[in-house]
T-cell receptor, first 118, second 109 residues
Framework: DSGVTQTPKHLITATGQRVTLRCSPR?????VYWYQQSLDQGLQFLIQ???????AKGNILERFSAQQFPDLHSELNLSSLELGDSALYFC?????????????????FGEGSRLTVL | KNEVEQSPQNLTAQEGEFITINCSYS?????LHWLQQHPGGGIVSLFM???GKKKHGRLIATINIQEKHSSLHITASHPRDSAVYIC???????????FGTGTRLQVFP
C-alpha cells in the first residue's frame, strides 16, 4: 500500500460528459502529480501541484484541469470527453519538488482510475 | 526518436535466470526512476537514482550519467517478477517525468 488513494477505481461514461478524479496523497506529501496511461501513448505526465500551487505542466489538454486543495488532496477534471480519453489515470505524491535542479523525492503511486468513454 | 529508450521491449526468462533491462536517454536529467507495473495496473517505484548503484533484495539498478544509460538487473528471477518495468527520467530542474515504453518481462517456472 503506497498510501496514495485514488477514487473512483473504475468509471464508465459517455462522450461529451465531464468527470472528476480524486487523489489523496500520502500523509505529509506536498506534491501531487497526475499521469495518463493510454494504449497508444503510454505513460505521460499531465500536471503537478505543490502545496496548492501548479508547479509543472505536461501534455495536458485544455479540456482537462486540475487543482490541489488546502488539505492537499487533488482533483483532475476531464470535460467534453472523447473516446481517446479512455485511459488509466494515475496520481503520485512526493514530499519534495524540483529545487535548484534536483528533486530528491521518491514517488508513490496510487492504484489508478480506469476511465472508459463510450 | 523517443527521449527515453528501453530494451528489450519483451523478455522471457526461466526461473532463476539473471535478467538485465536497459534504458538510454537523450535529455538532461536530475534523476532516473525504475518503476514496476503488474497486470492489475498499479505502479510501484523500485528505485530512484541520480548516480552510481542501488540494491534492494534481488534488484540492482545502475546509472552512468556520462553515457546517459541505466540498467535494471534482477538476480535469481522468479515468476512473481513478471511485470512491465518502466524507466522514467526526471527532466533537469523540473518535476516532469518522461517515460520509456516499458519492458514486459515474463518469468516461467
Amino acid at each position: 500500500d503506497s498510501g496514495v488513494t485514488q477514487t473512483p477505481k473504475h468509471l464508465i461514461t459517455a462522450t461529451g460528459q465531464r468527470v472528476t478524479l480524486r487523489c489523496s496523497p500520502r500523509s505529509g506529501d506536498l506534491s501531487v502529480y497526475w499521469y495518463q496511461q493510454s494504449l497508444d501513448q503510454g505513460l505521460q505526465f499531465l500536471i503537478q501541484y505543490y502545496n496548492g500551487e501548479e508547479r509543472a505542466k505536461g501534455n495536458i489538454l485544455e479540456r482537462f484541469s486540475a487543482q490541489q486543495f488546502p488539505d492537499l488532496h487533488s482533483e483532475l477534471n476531464l470535460s467534453s470527453l472523447e473516446l481517446g480519453d479512455s485511459a488509466l489515470y494515475f496520481c503520485a505524491s512526493s514530499y519534495f519538488h524540483a529545487s535548484g535542479g534536483t528533486n530528491t523525492g521518491e514517488l508513490f503511486f496510487g492504484e489508478g482510475s480506469r476511465l472508459t468513454v463510450l | 526518436k523517443n527521449e527515453v529508450e528501453q530494451s528489450p521491449q519483451n523478455l522471457t526468462a526461466q526461473e532463476g535466470e539473471f535478467i538485465t533491462i536497459n534504458c538510454s536517454y537523450s535529455v538532461g536529467i536530475s534523476a532516473l526512476h525504475w518503476l514496476q507495473q503488474h497486470p492489475g495496473g498499479g505502479i510501484v517505484s523500485l528505485f530512484m537514482l541520480s548516480s552510481g548503484k542501488k540494491k534492494h533484495g534481488r534488484l540492482i539498478a545502475t546509472i552512468n550519467i556520462q553515457e546517459k544509460h541505466s540498467s535494471l538487473h534482477i538476480t535469481a528471477s522468479h515468476p512473481r517478477d513478471s511485470a512491465v518495468y518502466i524507466c522514467a527520467v526526471l527532466l533537469y530542474n523540473t518535476d516532469k517525468l518522461i517515460f520509456g515504453t516499458g519492458t514486459r518481462l515474463q518469468v516461467f517456472p
